[in-house]
């Protein structure tokens, strides 16, 4: 399996941005800085600018504008905070980007309910910001401060999923664009509903292929009464994996636990100026009542022990805790600093939990033979883990070592039942993996997309080839 | 809004029958009772044949028996044990119904990844009793010992959903035959994937009318240290509703907390021989470590007690919880026994939570002013609520007025930004219902309904038209 590369791209739009010119005035954009802007994502693929870009500001300009491009069979591109990591925002066939970060209205706020609903430019630390002094929190945290419809479109999750769950758990309901135009509300606020297709599963995880979402309805929670941390440095990785099995199976509803192998911690240790053990490592977070987050951090510090973990350091104090997350927070740049000037090539698989350690031990041999750094970081409670591959990506012979490593990664996940992406998404880069794994069911996703975009319109060349 | 009536059937589908009786002998029926047995679920819809019943055993045989329906243009009806409620397993269109209960094997349990994949003939109750020694379960409990492809196919849930979630959160992936007999694996054994559309999610809650599910991978959950239950009568609807909020609200993780309301207590008292106050009641459930569920416990009365809660009831017995539990089990079957000979027309809808005291009293108050008796219970902690009507179906003054309530019930919970059913699913009694709900995106279903049944042969006049 090769990188893909972007197919050639369509001749501008003249008629097409001509009209958009007259409907948003400056608004639309098609200076080459804006352009590059909005062709590049987080991640190593390289910048495919669009031919426009249109900063829409309610649903019915978004919808505006995707009938001109409709009218026209111009490509359209949703955008958020381009923080995507698969190559989601390029502009492989030219086209439109809809830039909805302007669109940052929190609509509406139900304590009562658990429940928020926001405009999709909306990001999640503006909404926690937003909710503090609720008592509430939403707790989806991909690394970025990702917009919230991006968050949807790409199916994120974060540190928090092993308790609260991702985007698909989160999501109630959608105020979606579709390609013709057309505005569509899907599910509502309850809770639960019979009631027909789960066209908001659907769109989430979509990646802007089959409409533009433009409002989101989401769970909040209730911020726990207490929330504790602790940091178990171990002998292997295999006892540290095996200390979130067993505490997963136990069924002790841990907020967060993440592992971080011996190379992530030095890089943090050098870039946090710590001190931690250079072994691999979980961080936990307990979640809940007083006496409840005691026991907790009690189970688990006991299932740690008998796994060869050492110095369970248990702290309740917010400093020590936030510190501990800072850290972990910062995993990605502490990364990039062990080589001076690289880039990072982030990737991710996520594997039943019984597979997990000879999944990461495998992985971290490959890499112990290759020439590439890449640290080792999960949310593993999930069997969801993350390489970054330090890449200077003028040099082809460390691209080709990345892909070559990338596609052992994935091949070994879906031999192990596995999918190619626990929360980064496919985007152009991973679409030769997502037909492998999902073999003939991408004759039902190919049949879903031309049925929902006939002509091809909606971010073409992602996900699913038609 | 009127009920809807079955439109004309086709005329028998005679070379389909020949070819499929060579495919199976035996295992195809064609004999009066059979196929009345299978044109009839628990409700009060009319039983409505279909022209044959197909016993499959295995995905394969279920794939080829498609394959012969496609061909010749034969509805395709799939069958678990027939204890829908919304008329899911009639034939308004004739075909064959392919009867899935012969495939109950379950194919594999994975104690370490907690998950496990059964054929959908299996039933939760058949499941949790293999489960018996590997201190592992499956908490979706509809009332029916339904199959688990049924339960899939209808986005099940039942009292643990406020806890566990429903069918949408706990099924990990499907084998599904589509329209044309393709055989397509969704999903599969990670917790969470960011790979592509989420056809998962699109075929549970589809009711058969997007393929037909033969394997089902669901999410297991180690049994709690310790349970208990407690039951409290109220003064008041609303008091019994704001403890309900009020427990959700601060977080804690209530396994299932059941409304009954003076009507449902007294028709239990009568049935199970009990003498509980005939109030506005709740009864919970508590699962966790052993101080866990004491704390939970503890804090829920003194919440209940804010309330107007008296008499906070709290078991910790086995004996005790299974008599309680019992009881509620019944309150189907007591409800049926208030009015001697009726049958029940069962009825759900699930509101935002801050409108659920709203919805039941102004329900209650619809039913005093007529003449038909309908208790109402509900699993509260979702905002999801049910009555049953109890009825003479040869009286038409009974019928129509259970539908007249029914209609007042979805439109009150729909006003309140709700849905037209928490978990009974449309079928082909409540398709009006729905298109009231999701308004322009009934398009979106509908176009994703013709791509993958161009034919409109799987299920065909439920959940939407085409």
Redesign the interface.
Known sequence: MSAVSAPPRAAAPEEAIAELRALLGDRLSTSGAVREHHGKDESYHPVVPPDAVAFALSTEEVSAIVKVCAKHKVPVIPFGTGTSLEGGVAALHGGVTIDVSGMREILRV??????VTVQAGVTRKQLNEHLRDTGLFFPIDPGADASLGGMTA????GTN?VRY??M??NVLGLTVV?ADG?????G????????????T??F???EGT?GVITEVTLRL??I??AMSAAVCPFETVQGAVDTV?QT????I?VARVEFLDDVQMDAINRHSKMNMAVRPTLFFEFHG?T??VK?QAE?VGAIARENGGTDFDWATRPEDRNKLWAARHDAYYAALALRPGSKGWPTDV?????RLADAIIETKADIAASHLISPVVGHVG???FHLVFLVDPDKPEDMAEAQRLNDRLVER?LAM??????????GYG?MA??EQ?????????A??????DPDNIMNPGK??RV
């Open positions: 139900s304590p009562e309910d658990l429940d790409t199916r994120a999750s999923a769950g991702t698909r758990e579709l057309r505005i569509i509300k899907t509502g606020r309850a809770r639960k509903s019979a009631a027909g297709y789960d066209l599963r659907l989430v995880g979509s089959l929670y209730g726990p009464e099995i997963i199976q136990a069924g509803p009542t006496a409840g026991e189970m996520c594997v039943p939990i019984s999930d069997g969801n996940a039942g596995g999918t190619c992406t626990g929360e980064h998404g496919i991973k993996f997502l794994e999902a073999g003939d069911a991408l004759f039902a996703m049949a879903v997309k031309k049925a929902l996900v699913v």
